[in-house]
């Protein structure tokens, strides 16, 4: 279920009331296939073949709500084109998960038929991404927003922190796996070269590393998001260390940050169920009614003032539990002390957004170490505790199931 902020967008939706809201040189570019352009959501203006940037709604089933009803304004930057997702394929479900709590989701497109073989490449898609993304934000600031986010994966995703280097009054930024778009070579363990002989070689991935530890720097946004994940084909390298001794050391930002321990793997690992309780820990991290403290932001500990408040979820004093469920929605468990009584299970949003948040009073029945309830006719709750966590199974109504980790909250909840 959409939630727009606030709830009367709602009914102005049904109204029609609503408005639209360094080194690049030293590496060798990738040769793009030509790749057609493809409309998502709807083009402004007509756009010629000779257009290289343009701006399009991202979703036609997530119509923009506009500055007074939308949480704030998304700007997408697609992965590169040799990876064959470039303007054609939709923004990663997270970015799906954001519309449907409220936020406006636009799309800045790279035409990979004018944007590629160009000298210095990168340097120079920087400059013009830097310029469409000011242009763009300068006008849904004039429209009235005041919450604007850069976004982007693999290669948009550099663009993105690129971006966030240089424009001013960013409210966050979020990149999924950042790369510079430029390839790099190297020698397999038996030392045979893995690229043709005349190409350059960066056997370290040097520049993009390079790239990524400039960046981190030098973004200033207010929030940041950024994920780096293991195996990423892109950037053969470890990023996640260096990375967090460069923002450990930023005490004027926010950062919530995924590395190669995370879980997630793969450059289009963030569009896959490993990264669900990401999203949702994201979503949480992003909220605007909630404000984190400057310095690294922990998911399973940071966000559960703002999970439980979007639950509704008052704690009582009893035994507090919290964690993810295998489909990435924040779970709340209260447990009363001493054993006996009702217990209070609570839920979020989920990685999609689509689940409205709520709580339930409900009474355990307890058998040593484990503990069983009835959520309601159809579905039943059974826990166990095992060492610090406690692990809960749900039986649906529909034959399925549902599991849990949760973790002990500190003190009373």
Not at 14 to 40: C, D, H, M, N, R
Not at 98 to 125: F, H, K, P, T, Y
Not at 287 to 295: E, M, R, V
Not at 325 to 352: C, D, F, H, K
Request: hydrophobic share 40%; glycine share 12%.
């Amino acid at each position: 279920m959409r939630r727009p902020y606030p709830a009367l967008a709602a009914l102005a939706l049904l109204s029609g009331l609503l408005g639209g809201g360094a080194q690049a040189q030293q590496a060798a570019q990738k040769t793009a296939p030509v790749e057609e352009v493809t409309v998502i959501g709807q083009r402004p203006t007509p756009v010629a073949p000779t257009t290289s940037y343009w701006v399009e709604d991202a979703y036609t089933s997530y119509p923009l709500l506009g500055p007074t009803f939308a949480q704030g304004l998304v700007i997408w930057n697609h992965a590169d084109y040799y990876n064959n997702m470039g303007p054609a394929v939709p923004p990663i479900r997270a970015m799906e998960g954001m519309a449907e709590l409220g936020w406006d989701i636009e799309r800045l497109q790279r035409n990979g038929r004018v944007v590629q073989n160009r000298a210095d490449a990168w340097g120079l898609e920087v400059e013009d991404v830097v310029e469409s993304l000011q242009k763009q934000i300068d006008n849904a600031r004039v429209q009235g927003y005041t919450r604007v986010i850069v976004a982007g994966q693999e290669m948009g995703g550099g663009l993105a922190l690129a971006a966030s280097t240089r424009v001013e009054g960013l409210y966050g930024v979020i990149a999924f796996a950042p790369n510079t778009g430029v390839e790099w070579c190297g020698r397999s363990a038996h030392g045979k070269l893995t690229c043709p002989s005349d190409q350059p070689l960066d056997f370290n991935a040097e520049i993009i590393l390079q790239q990524t530890w400039d960046q981190l720097r030098q973004t200033h946004p207010a929030r940041l998001f950024v994920l780096f994940p293991k195996d990423d084909a892109e950037v053969p390298h470890l990023r996640g260390p260096t990375a967090h001794e460069i923002l450990g050391q930023r005490t004027d930002l926010s950062f919530l940050m995924v590395d190669e321990t995370g879980g997630v793997s793969g450059n289009t690992g963030a569009d896959t169920p490993a990264f669900d309780a990401y999203a949702s820990c994201m979503n949480l991290f992003l909220q605007p009614d909630f404000t984190p403290k400057p310095g690294e932001f922990h998911c399973n500990s940071d966000e559960v003032r703002a999970a439980l408040a979007e639950m509704g979820v008052k704690p009582h004093g009893g035994e507090g539990w919290f964690g993810y469920s295998t489909r990435g929605q924040t779970i709340y468990l209260e447990l009363p002390s001493g054993g006996r009584g009702p217990a209070v299970y609570g839920w979020g949003a989920g990685a999609n957004g689509k689940t409205r948040p709520g709580f339930r009073t409900v009474e355990p029945k307890v058998s040593g170490e484990v503990f069983t309830a009835a959520l309601d006719p159809d579905r039943t709750m059974r826990g166990v505790h095992f060492g610090p966590q406690l692990r809960l199974t749900i039986d649906q109504a529909d034959g399925t199931r549902i599991a849990v980790v949760l973790h002990r909250l500190p003190g009373n909840s």
